[in-house]
Nanobody
């Protein structure tokens, strides 16, 4: 059974930083295209970042230069470093294996202004 568990969210002020964690099980994370998405109530889930098996990263324009996707292969864990957070970054953040039908519970990021 493939599973992802997100953690690390919290409350920060505008300009602050957080690092989110996603622990995968039942699959080798580094062999997969892994993504981060976020969702705000009333809005569709939005793609944020991708980390490919070879290490290539991609980001949506609004987070480029502020967010960094990375992984620890030994821990089968994906990370999303976030800096200079803005109120519009507030959302529930999810990690996801490309094409998987399984989503975790996400982790809440709240940014105060």
């Amino acid at each position: 059974q493939e599973q992802v568990v997100e953690s690390g969210g919290g409350l920060v002020q505008s300009g602050g930083s957080l690092k989110l964690t996603c622990v995968g099980s039942g699959f080798v994370l580094s062999d997969e295209i892994m993504t981060w998405h976020r969702q705000t109530p009333g809005k569709a889930r939005e793609w944020v970042a991708t980390l490919a098996p070879g290490g290539a990263t991609f980001y949506t324009d609004s987070v480029t230069g502020r967010f960094t996707a990375s992984r620890d292969e030994d821990k089968n864990t994906l990370y999303l470093g976030m800096s200079n957070l803005k109120p519009e970054d507030a959302a529930v953040y999810y990690c996801h294996k490309f094409r998987s039908t399984a989503w975790g519970q996400g982790t809440q990021v709240t940014v105060s202004s």
